[in-house]
């Protein structure tokens, strides 16, 4: 499965605990990165300064459903369960 361009839940649901430019401490769960443009585009895609996790993402079906209002749902819900 490919991303879907403008979804950009993975980039606000998740916590990231590694530095991002503008974020050096990374980011909470539910906050949106600053590297995320005004159309839910990655500012520092293929760029050395992204975040090896933020990289190594792969779209799936069961992270990002079928829109994007149910990845940003599945992406906090798993985020949610695995912060306990």
Same mark, same amino acid.
């Given at each position: 499965?490919?991303?879907? $361009?403008?979804?950009?839940? #993975?980039?606000? @649901? ?7 430019? *503008? ?7 539910g906050?949106?990165?600053?590297q $995320?443009? %005004? %159309? ?5 895609? *293929?760029?050395?300064?992204?975040? @090896?996790? #933020?990289? %190594?993402?792969? @779209?799936? $079906? ?9 990845? $940003? ?12």
């Amino acid at each position: 499965m490919n991303c879907r $361009l403008g979804c950009g839940a #993975c980039c606000i @649901a998740p916590s990231i605990s590694s530095g991002i430019p *503008g974020m050096p401490n990374g980011k909470a769960p539910g906050e949106r990165c600053v590297q $995320l443009s %005004d %159309d839910n585009l990655c500012l520092i895609f *293929g760029s050395p300064d992204r975040p @090896a996790v #933020c990289s %190594d993402f792969e @779209a799936s $079906l069961d992270v990002c459903g079928d829109s994007n209002e149910e990845a $940003l749902w599945l992406i906090t819900n798993l985020e949610s369960q695995t912060s306990q």
